[in-house]
């Protein structure tokens, strides 16, 4: 008998993704960078939201597509079931200003921020004089580098009944730090393999600086919290070699590809020997060309083991290895890999971002004010503020409480006459004499006119007060 196919591609088991109960959850960070109001933010805000999706691969909805009916509760609703832990909401006011929302699935906190200056990823590509481009940077996280956010200047008494002007508070700072960390995946430097850290993202706090030496001046402190953002490309390029040495590498391994491209080729059809494409006669006793050749513009120098390619070995090849480790002839713990030392530059992939936090919410998008810029109250003030907001949530505790009682009631109601009705159904069954099914119709308290109780009597009353059953019996 032929053996029945199995489907692989579209059904449970598939080779697209494993399913089952006890398949592991992926606890990665997930976001979704959503446009409030779809068309309505302007092609500008659109291509923004494209820019910040890709930046945020591949932990993000990168082909989400919104309508101008969703709301904000269609987008919560889903981020539980599709793991989603960060909402990115980009909307633009009335007014015209571009507004973004960060905030964390299911509870919150939101961070409120004003877009106040931006550019595009094609604007910052025309600005460089060498773009980097390619897909293989946006297959892993970014590295998320962090500077300032958590400030050193000291925050006023808390003791004093005057409204707060000197910016965000130390916890908020704290807070604002992790939400940011959590976008992205942790790293660890010991299991992190370094090719996989082709990104960074830095995120660069301006600190306020003082504008008045009175202490007692609402201008003390400027109160903002402005965040740059950048995104950048990370590249690297062996150092210590000439133009020449290099451009015959690169050449080496378009050679040995399946490219067609051969543009970084070198031509050596005019000369005599690679000698002299190597070595200039008007150069210094070096032999190099110039030393402006062999200086490369970066960032910083690192070393780096050479990359080497792995080999599956049997069982007596990998034995007769560790007999080798054992005795120490590997030449150190790198197997016998050198160290080479390599430049490091970064180049910009944008968007850029300039970020003013206005407001730090409790819930997502809703519930308690924790900071504001433009609004400062007193001790006093976040106290009554505090006792209403206690008194809403014990309201709501009280809501639900009572709503899950008439739940379980109403379920117990329904159990115990569903379980009555099946007893008298199999009485009936049982005896089957008509007079009982005739008791059991009665027992229903249900006429034939549809009403019931105490309605069937009035009913019957007005009849015989309206002498409409003589009337009846004597048409009769």
């Not at 034995?319 to 490091?344: F, L, W």
């Amino acid at each position: 008998m032929a053996r029945r196919r199995t489907k692989k591609r579209t059904h449970t088991g598939a080779r697209n993704g494993p399913s089952g109960s006890n398949v592991a959850v992926d606890r990665s960070p997930k976001s979704m960078v959503v446009r409030m109001g779809a068309g309505e933010v302007g092609p500008s805000i659109s291509q923004l939201v494209r820019d910040v999706r890709a930046m945020m691969e591949p932990g993000t909805a990168a082909r989400l597509k919104e309508r101008k009916a969703n709301r904000l509760r269609d987008y919560i609703t889903m981020a539980g079931p599709l793991h989603v832990s960060h909402l990115l909401l980009f909307s633009r006011s009335t007014s015209g200003n571009t507004n973004l929302r960060i905030a964390l699935t299911p509870r919150g906190p939101t961070l409120h921020f004003r877009v106040e200056n931006y550019s595009l990823c094609k604007d910052v590509v025309k600005s460089i004089k060498h773009p980097k481009g390619g897909k293989k940077e946006f297959l892993t996280p970014p590295l998320l580098v962090m500077n300032n956010f958590v400030s050193s200047q000291p925050t006023q008494d808390s003791s004093s009944s005057k409204p707060k002007s000197n910016g965000i508070p130390k916890h908020l700072e704290t807070l604002t730090t992790s939400i940011f960390q959590s976008l992205f995946p942790p790293i660890s430097p010991q299991t992190t393999p370094l090719s996989s850290i082709r990104r960074v993202l830095l995120l660069n706090r301006e600190l306020p600086s003082p504008k008045s030496a009175d202490p007692d001046s609402m201008e003390t402190e400027t109160g903002t919290y402005t965040i740059n953002l950048r995104h950048y490309a990370i590249t690297t390029r062996s150092t210590g070699l000439s133009r020449s040495i290099r451009r015959l590498k690169a050449a080496e391994k378009l050679v040995t590809s399946r490219e067609k491209r051969r543009k970084g080729v070198p031509n050596l059809g005019r000369l005599e020997d690679v000698a002299d494409y190597i070595l200039d006669p008007s150069a210094a006793a070096s032999g190099y060309t110039s030393a402006s050749e062999t200086d490369i513009e970066t960032d910083a120098e690192v070393e780096v083991l050479e990359p080497a390619t792995k080999k599956v070995l049997s069982g007596a090849q990998r034995r007769k290895i560790s007999q080798q480790n054992g005795n120490g002839s590997n030449g150190g713990p790198s197997g016998g890999r050198s160290a080479e030392k390599r430049a490091v530059k970064l180049v910009e992939l944008g968007p850029r971002m300039r970020l003013r936090m206005l407001k730090v919410e409790e819930g997502v998008c809703s519930g308690k004010v924790m900071w504001h810029e433009f609004l400062h109250k007193t001790k006093e003030e976040e106290r009554a503020l505090e006792q209403l907001w206690e008194a809403r949530r014990k309201e709501k505790e009280d809501r639900r409480r009572k709503q899950k009682e008439d739940v379980e009631r109403k379920r117990r109601e329904r159990e115990a006459r569903k379980k009555r009705t099946d007893g008298d159904g199999d009485e009936n069954m049982e005896d089957g004499d008509a007079d009982e099914d005739e008791d059991e119709y009665e027992r229903q308290e249900w006429d034939s006119e549809g009403l019931e109780g105490d309605a069937e009597m009035l009913l019957n009353e007005e009849k015989y007060e309206d002498d409409e059953w003589g009337n009846e019996i004597a048409a009769g």
